[in-house]
């Protein structure tokens, strides 16, 4: 039987070494630059007619759209329509990544932590950079909560430091486990249909429908994964907005 | 007369009925299921950064055990209190309910 990791083995498509440095287009490469010309194709295609009775594919943009919007707007507040542009890119970005892993043979770029610590760490980046433009140095006393004693002060400090800097690791944690553990059962469920229909081909019915249930679950999965990404982006964004 | 009239009660109950078919039902949003996993991830994201850094910081100053043990400690600290204050949250929190 084939390994259920196999799948998310990196193959170097273009062998590229710049100064040491290794800048290999790899099958994750393809697969993140797929996912970006499927996202801009998309939004393209979609927003084309912008007629007054959205048809199929223009609602289906303006549903994700005002679902991202009132979320950030429920989390960041009223002078929430600047960021738009960012989150919802990020929204978008991760979902297609995602869908674009349960097409058969495909590569699911987020279920490498790589990825989706790059992703994360841009978006970390990104909300400090956010902070610092807002409130300038002040933005430091968000790793002080207000009202505690001063004799706890040094504690929460450190206990608030490190929370603050694990936000980028558990936020593409999240991602790459999620991705990680969905594909592999989806391997393995698969496995079962062959070795039970060796047996009998009547036996393989029920791993078979079992199988076609978790990849509707999982492309269920793949957009709350990429809404959760979001949401926790919006809640980061939150404190650099909002400073308490 | 009354034909038409009742033909056109008969018309307004189907279109009621259709209508009540699309109509949008506000749901429950979907993150409220994965509670958990979101703990998980709260967790082992503030291990990993309490590990990384007092590994470097044991490396940087020779003391090896010390940095370590004492980072790991505060970075579950800071896991639990991420998501303690994701779920306190007044704004998060109503995408919870």
Redo the contacts between chains.
Sequence with gaps: MSNPLEQFKIINLLPLKVDGIDLSFTNASLSLSLSALCAIVYMLLATRGQSVIPGRLQSSIEVMYMQIES?LQ??VGNNHAKYMPFIFSVFIFVLMCNLLGMLPYSFSATSHIAVTFAMAAIVFVTINIIGFWNHGVRYFSVLLPGGIPIAMVPLMF??????????????S??LA??MVAGHIMIKILAMFIIMSGAASLFLSAAPFVLLTIIIGFEIFIAL?QA??FT??AC?YL?DAVNLH | MVDKKNKLTELEVRIKAARSKFDFQPKKP??SG?VG??L???L???L???AI?GYNLDGLMNTKPLFMFI?VV??I???F??FY??EM?P??R??DE
């Design positions: 979320t429920g989390v450190l206990i608030e430091l490190c929370a603050y800097l694990s936000r980028p690791f558990s936020l944690l999240r486990a999620n709350l809404y959760i949401i926790l809640v939150s | 979907m993150y994965n996993l979101h998980v991830g709260d082992v994201g503030g990993a950064v309490g850094l980072l505060l970075g600290c800071g896991g209190y991420n204050k994701y949250n704004r998060s109503k995408l």
